[in-house]
């Protein structure tokens, strides 16, 4: 049966390239077991067809996508498409217990969507526990016309950032979750490889032959579990293109900044002599204690065709990245880059706002339970929320909340996530670090509902509360204009005069500056159920997340329809 299947997607993937119109795209994902070796050791990791990582979905824009996913794992998992729109397709969004409940171990869900209005690179991840860590792969959305609003490039190169836990991850990460503690990654990747700055990993490299003048356009992914990373290729620069797949003003830098998430697409020319340059990611991280930073680089080496050994004698050049706790640098990146007016699927900013959110971001603790043991900060367990609400999934409620929501089922979420802090106080003072009456938030389940196609702004305020970090906030279902960003409060009569309503970023993840704010607007028009919470998975663990309930429009074309039958039971 399941050798059927896999040659029916061999024949709908021969089918769908040789077709110009729309076309479908239909992919047998095997999620199983397989044994690689990395930083010195054999391990176990969870994998998809046998790849790590995963394999590439590649689509025109305006193709439907029908992917049959298998767990032969031993774990529960579901798959988010992140950054895909799911027009009137929130059931196959994929968030355990947001969206549908988990494909059991033996199990299989089909995944069925379309990907319209938008190109460029996306990526697909488990989204139950943190089987993510290994199960995640790009997907790359080509126009439907075959123009891009820059020159054709050369060639296209997929480029996935990951980061890497020596162990078993999800083992790793309930005892995380036990001693209330943070365990830090021990490795960074480029297409899963560590690189040769690691032990045992000389031939763990990854690397790239290209032609010297020749522009290849790097599809970058961040899939890093816990980490918001800084990139960089020795001796180049390269233009950014697009961010989240959406088309930006061309941006030329010597530096990529990209936080767990995010995706983008640079171009990069092979402009310099024929030799070795080695590309490089570390992590940009701030307000960590030393021992919970991984301060380690990975790299990968550029080689240029035709470059002999014997007549140049330097070693690789390698780049210097900055320091792991440079926001200089990360802010100019991320508040320097604009929106491509008038490209392909732009949309321009909703001017009239019906809904004003202002959300503290905070990390935070929990009391550890009685008779248990926590290694976190004053013996207790971290914990993270918005507002002073720290999500809770409803796990064993028999249904997910989109479920819930579909069906008028009571008792596993309310509405009232809060437009407003409970308090106000001094958020970014470094002194209200551990002040005990901020620092507890109760947990619950507290979702926000929005009416069809009402336009919706938060700002997102960063508080000190244990310690101010970089938080990337990723939205399910939509993309966001980023308006404005700075550090300290947010000041609503002085800031709203900096928002950008004319060429603002678009994106589904947006980083909130350390101690400080970032103003977003959206249009709430895709009917359903949005996860919308912090991209760093221990934060999301912790408690960073809510979900936003967009209602149906007025008509059976602007609603959701009924869930799919093979929607998996809890
Ligand atoms: C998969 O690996 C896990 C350990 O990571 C092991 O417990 C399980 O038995 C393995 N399952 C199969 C089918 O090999
Ligand atoms: C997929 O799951 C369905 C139940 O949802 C089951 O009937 C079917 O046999 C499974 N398919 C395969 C190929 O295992
Ligand atoms: C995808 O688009 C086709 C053609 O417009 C439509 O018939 C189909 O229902 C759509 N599928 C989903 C899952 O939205
Ligand atoms: C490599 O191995 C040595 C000796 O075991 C150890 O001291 C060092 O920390 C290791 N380096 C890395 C990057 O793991
Ligand atoms: C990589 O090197 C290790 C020894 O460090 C060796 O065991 C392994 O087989 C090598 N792998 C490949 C693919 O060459
Ligand atoms: C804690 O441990 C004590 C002594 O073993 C036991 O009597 C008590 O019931 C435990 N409390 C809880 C809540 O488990
Ligand atoms: C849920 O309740 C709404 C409003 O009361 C109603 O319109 C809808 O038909 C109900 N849905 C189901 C599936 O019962
Ligand atoms: C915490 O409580 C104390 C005493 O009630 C108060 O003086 C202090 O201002 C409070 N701190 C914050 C940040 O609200
Ligand atoms: C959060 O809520 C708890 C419980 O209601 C309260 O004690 C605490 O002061 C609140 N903290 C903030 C920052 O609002
Ligand atoms: C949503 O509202 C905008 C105006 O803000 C309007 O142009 C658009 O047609 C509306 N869309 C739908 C589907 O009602
Ligand atoms: C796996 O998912 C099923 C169905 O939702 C649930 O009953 C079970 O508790 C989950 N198992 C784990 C280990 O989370
Ligand atoms: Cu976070």
Same mark, same amino acid.
């Given at each position: 049966?399941?050798i059927?299947?896999?040659?029916?997607?061999?024949?709908?993937?021969?089918?769908?390239t040789?077709?110009?119109? *729309?076309?479908?795209v239909?992919?047998?994902?095997?999620?199983?077991?397989?044994?690689i070796?990395?930083?010195?050791?054999?391990?176990?990791?969870?994998?998809v067809?046998?790849?790590?990582?995963?394999?590439?979905?590649?689509?025109?824009?305006? $193709?439907?996508?029908?992917?049959? +996913?298998?767990?032969?794992?031993?774990?529960?998992?579901?798959?988010?498409?992140?950054?895909?729109?799911?027009?009137?397709?929130?059931?196959?969004?994929?968030?355990e217990?947001?969206?549908?409940c988990?494909?059991?171990?033996?199990?299989?869900?089909t995944? @069925?969507?379309?990907?319209?209005q938008?190109?460029?690179? &996306?990526?697909?991840?488990a989204? *139950?526990s943190?089987?993510?860590a290994?199960?995640?792969?790009?997907?790359?959305?080509?126009?439907?016309?075959?123009?891009?609003?820059?020159?054709?490039?050369?060639?296209?190169?997929?480029?996935?950032?990951?980061?890497?836990?020596?162990?078993?991850?999800?083992?790793?990460?309930? @005892?995380?979750?036990?001693t209330?503690?943070?365990?830090?990654?021990?490795?960074?990747?480029?297409?899963?490889?560590?690189?040769?700055?690691?032990?045992?990993?000389?031939?763990?490299?990854?690397?790239?032959?290209?032609?010297?003048?020749?522009?290849?356009?790097?599809?970058m992914?961040?899939?890093?579990?816990?980490?918001?990373?800084?990139?960089?290729?020795a001796?180049?620069?390269?233009?950014?293109?697009?961010?989240?797949?959406?088309?930006?003003?061309?941006?030329?830098?010597?530096?990529?900044?990209?936080?767990?998430?995010?995706?983008?697409?640079?171009?990069?020319? *092979?402009?310099?002599?024929?030799?070795?340059?080695?590309?490089?990611?570390?992590?940009?991280?701030?307000?960590?204690p030393e021992?919970?930073?991984?301060?380690?680089?990975?790299?990968?080496?550029?080689v240029?065709e035709?470059?002999?050994?014997?007549t140049?004698k330097?070693?690789?050049?390698?780049?210097?990245?900055?320091?792991?706790?440079?926001?200089?640098?990360?802010?100019?990146?991320?508040?320097?880059?604009?929106?491509?007016?008038g490209?392909?699927?732009?949309?321009?900013?909703?001017l009239?706002? $019906?809904?004003?959110?202002?959300?503290?971001?905070?990390?935070g603790?929990q009391?550890?339970?009685?008779?248990?043991t926590c290694?976190?900060?004053?013996?207790?367990?971290?914990?993270?929320?918005?507002?002073?609400?720290?999500?809770?999934?409803?796990?064993?409620?028999?249904?997910?909340?989109?479920? *819930?929501?579909?069906?008028?089922?009571?008792?596993?979420?309310?509405?009232?996530?809060?437009?407003y802090?409970?308090?106000?106080?001094?958020?970014t003072?470094p @002194?209200?670090?551990?002040?005990?009456?901020?620092?507890?938030?109760?947990?619950?389940?507290?979702?926000?509902?929005?009416?069809?196609?009402?336009? +919706?702004?938060? +700002?997102?305020?960063?508080?000190?509360?244990?310690?101010?970090?970089s938080?990337?906030?990723?939205?399910?279902?939509?993309?966001?204009? +980023?308006?404005?960003?700075?550090?300290?409060?947010?000041?609503?009569?002085? $800031?709203?005069?900096?928002?950008?309503?004319?060429?603002?970023?678009?994106?589904?993840?947006?980083?909130?500056?350390?101690?400080?704010?970032?103003?977003?607007?959206?249009?709430?028009?895709?009917?359903?159920?949005?996860?919308?919470?912090c991209?760093?998975?221990?934060?999301?663990?912790?408690? &960073?997340?809510?979900?936003?309930?967009?209602?149906?429009?007025?008509?059976?074309?602007?609603?959701?329809?009924?869930?799919?039958?093979?929607?998996?039971?809890?």
């Open positions: 049966m399941k059927l299947m896999l040659w029916l997607t061999w024949v709908a993937v021969i089918l769908s040789s077709m110009a119109s *729309a076309a479908t239909e992919r047998t994902f095997m999620v199983q077991n397989k044994t070796t990395r930083l010195c050791h054999k391990q176990i990791i969870v994998a067809n046998g790849l790590f990582p995963g394999p590439k979905l590649e689509v025109n824009e305006g $193709d439907s996508v029908i992917v049959h +996913v298998f767990n032969d794992s031993p774990y529960n998992l579901t798959i988010h498409w992140h950054g895909v729109f799911q027009l009137f397709s929130a059931w196959a969004d994929g968030p217990y947001i969206t549908q988990s494909i059991r171990p033996g199990h299989n869900y995944y @069925k969507f379309n990907v319209t938008q190109e460029g690179t &996306l990526w697909w991840h989204h *139950a943190v089987i993510r290994t199960v995640h792969g790009a997907i790359i959305i080509h126009p439907r016309s075959g123009q891009f609003p820059f020159p054709k490039p050369y060639k296209e190169v997929p480029i996935i950032l990951g980061d890497w836990y020596d162990g078993n991850v999800e083992e790793i990460v309930k @005892k995380e979750l036990e209330g503690d943070k365990i830090p990654s021990d490795a960074f990747t480029i297409n899963g490889l560590p690189g040769d700055l690691f032990n045992c990993s000389k031939n763990q490299t990854f690397k790239l032959k290209v032609k010297q003048g020749k522009t290849y356009l790097f599809r992914v961040n899939a890093a579990l816990n980490n918001n990373l800084f990139f960089k290729i001796n180049h620069k390269f233009t950014v293109v697009a961010m989240d797949a959406a088309y930006t003003d061309h941006y030329i830098s010597d530096i990529l900044v990209i936080a767990a998430g995010q995706s983008a697409d640079i171009l990069f020319t *092979a402009d310099q002599p024929k030799g070795l340059y080695y590309m490089a990611a570390s992590p940009y991280i701030v307000g960590e021992p919970l930073i991984d301060k380690t680089t990975t790299r990968g080496l550029v240029y035709g470059y002999k050994k014997s140049i330097h070693k690789p050049l390698m780049p210097i990245l900055p320091f792991h706790d440079n926001t200089p640098i990360a802010h100019k990146f991320f508040s320097s880059i604009t929106s491509l007016v490209a392909p699927y732009w949309v321009p900013v909703p009239d706002v $019906d809904e004003h959110l202002y959300i503290t971001i905070s990390i603790l009391p550890c339970p009685i008779n248990a290694t976190g900060p004053l013996k207790q367990k971290f914990s993270a929320n918005m507002n002073n609400e720290s999500f809770l999934l409803p796990i064993g409620k028999g249904f997910s909340i989109m479920e *819930a929501y579909f069906y008028n089922v009571s008792g596993l979420y309310t509405t009232d996530f809060p437009y802090p409970p308090k106000t106080f001094d958020f003072n @002194k209200i670090f551990l002040d005990a009456n901020v620092t507890f938030a109760p947990k619950s389940t507290k979702v926000m509902k929005f009416k069809f196609n009402s336009t +919706v702004e938060i +700002v997102f305020q960063n508080t000190a509360i244990l310690n101010a970090q938080h990337p906030m990723h939205l399910h279902g939509l993309n966001v204009h +980023v308006l404005a960003q700075g550090f300290g409060i947010f000041d609503s009569t002085k $800031d709203k005069l900096k928002y950008n309503l004319v060429n603002p970023l678009i994106r589904n993840t947006v980083p909130v500056p350390v101690g400080g704010w970032v103003a977003i607007r959206f249009q709430a028009n895709n009917p359903g159920v949005w996860f919308m919470h991209h760093v998975d221990d934060h999301n663990l912790w408690g &960073l997340v809510t979900a936003f309930i967009i209602e149906n429009g007025p008509t059976p074309s602007t609603s959701l329809g009924p869930p799919p039958a093979d929607l998996p039971k809890c």
